[in-house]
């Protein structure tokens, strides 16, 4: 997922023009049942399942809907929902079963047309869905979403509906751990109603899952209420979950500390050394699966002549991981020893150190690299970064500051703020870094391949430096055609010792989920990709 940026929160305190609701602790839901009030961010996109890539709108679709599997809260691993089975003999051609007995909320029952129909709007490039790249290897794909041009098809030829429960997919390629990428919101049915009142679908969505929305003012509050009939084995264990919007995450911490807001989940940097104090057990802390990286623009000339590899590893040694994440961010960042994420465990790929002696802070090391190198181009290195959300520039500073002391030289590497995220992004897009640039990923799945092939295979979705290397897309080609995990993960981790030699990006530091909740509710806590299990939180 793109940039693992939460939007910044909303005040509840600060806006009077909420609605009345809008602060306070939660309120009655339906039977009598609490409803917990938790801080939120409005969502990028409209919430359509193949349009949103953001953490924000996720949250809201991993209560809304369910898929043919779902990554268990606490190991992460991809679990059958409505898939009764997945069947392949070749790991290219694909049977899906679906098990029966579900409906969406509005009563139309789920079946393989459901999933098909979905899959097609999510591929075609006349509907712009943010996240059409995840049906890339889905034979025909290239039609429906080519390149350049428009599309020459409707529908994926790798699809087909064989009965109400039963769906074939064809594969462009073999890739093994194909389904288990299929927990991902991107692959989420719908129902008949999204295509014939799509404006209306948009309005008030309709899905599957634990949860139903009540109502939603934009600004202010989503109103999400317990679905009585889901038929799912994971319902609701409170009567609705209030999302209240804040721009400001300080103000969510203050209304939670006040008893106005039952959970936050992006604790204040600012607060991170009195939060155990205030909360006590009531603060969460756990490993996420996000990575933050300092990204290459590959394109600039400066930093792919010969020799910039060199350089570019010299700088990450020149950074002092260790005092940075103890000093800035109070430990709720890990230094980061490879390009994936711990949560991953080691048979999902994370091998600590795999970067080797590129991510360890040796000073001297990093002179002579950078010298043999040819130097910093232009005798300077800048780092660019938005300036709008998540107090950036202390890191920034930090990690300029190392290089700086590293080199004898503190004109060595500068800042360089961008002042919203937007303009950030669409610097990124056009291609307009003249230096490395912070950038961060937080995993759509829980497989080492959504840590590497999104981000530097060539030409991928998100390979924002625009790396390119032949030997790396063919180690990727071959993990993702392993007829196991065992020798996909090895593939895998052969292609990120390419990432250690090149150094394409720097790997900063793992990132954990963090959060907080009054003494009003109990059960919190947050999944791999540092969301609260919402449908898990009881009241009382």
């Not at 939060?275 to 057990?281: E, I, K, M, T, Y």
Request: net charge positive; aromatic share 10%.
């Amino acid at each position: 997922m793109r940039g693992a940026v939460r939007a910044k929160w909303a005040v509840c305190a600060g806006v009077l023009a909420l609605v009345a609701t809008a602060c306070g602790g939660g309120t009655a839901g339906p039977g009598g049942s609490a409803v917990v009030s938790a801080s939120w961010g409005d969502p990028q996109n409209p919430l359509e399942p193949a349009n949103t890539n953001e953490v924000q709108g996720g949250k809201v679709l991993e209560m809304l809907f369910r898929g043919l599997k779902r990554y268990n809260p606490g190991t992460g691993a991809a679990e059958n929902v409505l898939a009764e089975k997945i069947e392949t003999t070749d790991a290219q051609h694909y049977t899906v079963t679906l098990k029966r007995g579900w409906t969406f909320s509005n009563g139309e029952k789920v079946t393989a047309k459901s999933f098909v129909d979905a899959w097609n709007y999510g591929a075609l490039l006349d509907n712009k869905q943010k996240n059409a790249p995840f049906f890339q290897y889905i034979d025909g794909f290239d039609k429906v979403h080519p390149d350049n041009g428009s599309a020459t098809a409707k529908t994926l030829s790798g699809l087909r509906v064989k009965d109400d429960h039963t769906f074939t997919v064809t594969l462009n390629q073999k890739f093994s751990s194909w389904p288990d990428t299929l927990g991902y919101s991107a692959f989420m049915p719908l129902p008949q109603t999204f295509f014939r009142d799509h404006a209306g679908w948009l309005a008030k969505p309709i899905g599957n899952g634990p949860y139903v929305v009540d109502s939603y003012a934009k600004g202010s509050v989503l109103k999400m209420r317990k679905w009585k009939r889901y038929p799912g084995s994971d319902p609701a264990q409170n009567g609705g979950i209030d999302l209240r919007v804040y721009t400001d995450n300080e103000t969510a911490y203050t209304d939670l500390q006040a008893g106005n807001l039952d959970l936050v989940d992006d604790i204040p940097a600012s607060q991170l050394k009195n939060v155990r104090a205030d909360l006590g057990d009531r603060y969460l802390n756990q490993p996420a699966g996000i990575i933050q990286t300092l990204t290459f623009p590959m394109y600039a000339p400066r930093w792919s002549k010969p020799g910039a590899a060199q350089v570019r590893r010299g700088l990450s040694m020149a950074i002092d991981r260790g005092q940075i994440t103890k000093e800035i961010f109070q430990n709720t960042r890990t230094p980061a020893t490879d390009w994936t994420s711990p949560v991953l465990g080691v048979k999902g790929g994370y091998k600590p150190g795999l970067c080797g002696e590129s991510c360890e802070f040796n000073p001297a090391k990093a002179r002579q690299l950078i010298k043999d190198g040819g130097g910093i181009p232009g005798g300077r290195t800048t780092i660019t970064y938005n300036a709008d959300t998540g107090s950036h520039k202390d890191w920034v500073d930090a990690i300029c500051n190392s290089i700086n002391k590293t080199l004898g030289d503190d004109k060595a590497c500068v800042g360089n703020p961008v002042g919203t995220f937007a303009d950030f992004r669409n610097k990124i897009s056009a291609k307009q870094m003249t230096g490395p640039f912070r950038a961060g990923w937080q995993m759509d799945y829980p497989l080492i391949q959504n840590f590497l092939q999104p981000l530097y295979y060539t030409g991928a979705s998100s390979n924002d430096g625009k790396f390119s290397n032949p030997e790396f897309d063919k180690l990727v080609n071959q993990a993702n055609a392993a007829p196991d995990t065992r020798q996909a993960v090895a593939k895998f981790q052969d292609a990120e010792r390419i990432l250690a030699r090149e150094m394409p990006a720097i790997p900063l530091w793992y990132q954990n989920g963090s959060g907080g909740y009054s003494d009003r509710i109990s059960n919190v806590r947050l999944n791999p990709f540092s969301v609260p299990v919402y449908n898990e939180i009881t009241v009382g």
